[in-house]
């Protein structure tokens, strides 16, 4: 993405207008047509609603206020979640004209109808998809059997995190950009340790969030038979990486650490473990100045050099409900330009345009901790596919991930070998998922 810099456009505008101009010396051709106003558009209201409250106190400042401005004919309001349940704005018949969400909550688009295919409003608008990072695109024609609800404006994957106390404290090298798997085990393997009576954990995770993003682009069900695919080969080399870390000695996991939960705080907390494999967002939102820390590249599979977990959008949609679509899709357009990403990335928050190297260098201008920070590597060189590209897969993801840590758990402590875990887990979800969709 290419980052305007406002003065130098500004200069040249003006410089435009004033050779068209004549330097505002030369009077107009007596035959020169009259000056064309623009049409003034009718004014309108556009609620917007998300089911999550955490952009209750937010939205106005990091969306709402930018639109008005770039659209003076359109007043925003937004629905605050926290009082206002999406079963209860349905029941009583008020107007979303647009809905926004994270790709995990998107089932709930399709569950109450509000989907709206948007197709025909991209091509007549010349809307350019190739600007926007494609995996987000093939992720949301899948979900929308080959059409497109929403728009990306947004987007969260996994990051690594490490403590540079710890690294500094032992006398390892932080971990570099590029790293793979491998060498990410042996800096945990070589940080792991008791001293002083403390346990320190080389690596830590958000297994949950790892396993939903893996880069083996493995989802928890085949959307097709709506059956679990605990057993198959992708799903098992996906769950066994993830295992695989509880192993390195000294970096197991006990009945009291093995949650996400205790993980995190291993990290975020008590400032025993050295590294963090999580959700960006969610990182960047703890992480303050409790000890000092930076952030790596996520590691890469060594047979996909280059490929990163996958991404984690959030769309913004036009409704089926919506009296003002096009005015709506104008506004979610917007919200995809340079002008708009950098402003979302100077606030922390991952741009969606297929140039987000550019798009990084402003990240983070106005978040204070994020200064010198490697922020750089939060995004992947190429975003793994996508295994959420059906309304199935991501309806399934509430039993799936009550599977997926029992199997989990299971495995790390040691009770059951990896297949036995993996089978029976599926089973139990298979039961589950008959009743999901009967």
């Given amino acids: 993405m290419k980052v305007k810099r406002y003065g130098g456009l500004v200069m040249a505008a003006s410089l435009v207008v004033l050779t068209a101009c004549g330097g505002g010396n030369t009077p107009p051709a007596a035959n020169a047509p009259a000056p064309v106003e623009e049409k003034k558009k009718d004014p309108v209201e556009l609620v917007f609603y998300s089911q999550v409250a955490d952009y209750d106190q937010t939205f106005m400042d990091t969306f709402g206020n930018m639109i008005q401005t770039k659209f003076p004919h359109v007043t925003v309001k937004h629905l605050p979640a926290g009082s206002n349940k999406i079963a209860d704005v349905v029941a009583s018949g008020q107007t979303i004209d647009v809905m926004f969400m994270s790709i995990g909550q998107a089932d709930s688009l399709t569950t109450y109808d509000y989907q709206y295919d948007i197709s025909e409003m991209i091509k007549t608008s010349k809307y350019d998809l190739s600007k926007l990072e494609p995996s987000a695109v093939e992720l949301q024609k899948g979900f929308a059997n080959n059409g497109m609800y929403g728009l990306p404006v947004f987007t969260n994957t996994l990051g690594l995190f490490y403590n540079k106390n710890l690294f500094d404290k032992f006398g390892v090298e932080y971990p570099k950009d590029g790293l793979n798997w491998d060498q990410l085990k042996d800096l945990a393997k070589r940080l792991s340790r008791t001293e002083g009576g403390v346990s320190y954990k080389g690596l830590v995770m958000s297994s949950s969030a790892n396993i939903v993003l893996n880069q083996y682009s493995a989802a928890y069900i085949d959307p097709a038979t709506k059956k679990s695919i605990f057993t198959t080969d992708s799903f098992k080399k996906a769950f066994e990486l993830l295992t695989s870390v509880s192993r390195i000695p000294g970096n197991e996991l006990t009945a009291q650490t093995w949650s996400l939960a205790e993980q995190q705080k291993m990290f975020f907390q008590n400032q025993n473990a050295a590294m963090l494999?999580?959700?960006?967002?969610?990182?960047?939102?703890?992480?303050?100045?409790?000890?000092?820390?930076?952030?790596?590249?996520?590691?890469?599979?060594?047979?996909?050099?280059?490929?990163?977990?996958?991404?984690?959008?959030?769309?913004?949609?036009?409704?089926?409900?919506?009296?003002?679509?096009?005015?709506?899709?104008?506004?979610?357009?917007?919200?995809?330009t340079e002008e708009f990403q950098n402003h979302l990335a100077k606030k922390g928050m991952l741009p969606i345009l297929k140039d987000r190297v550019a798009g990084m260098s402003q990240f983070g201008q106005d978040v204070p901790t994020l200064k010198n920070k490697n922020v750089k590597a939060l995004l992947p060189e190429k975003f793994a596919p996508s295994a959420l590209t059906k309304v199935e897969v991501v309806k399934a993801q509430s039993p799936g991930h009550t599977a997926y840590f029992e199997a989990y758990q299971n495995t790390v402590l040691g009770q059951k070998d990896t297949n036995t875990a993996l089978r029976e887990a599926g089973e139990k979800l298979d039961q589950k998922l008959a009743d999901l969709f009967k």
């Fill in 277 to 336: 494999l999580h959700f960006v967002v969610l990182s960047l939102s703890t992480l303050k100045d409790q000890f000092d820390w930076d952030i790596a590249t996520f590691p890469q599979l060594a047979d996909k050099p280059g490929v990163g977990p996958q991404s984690y959008p959030t769309y913004f949609y036009v409704t089926k409900t919506s009296k003002h679509k096009q005015d709506a899709f104008d506004v979610i357009a917007y919200l995809t």
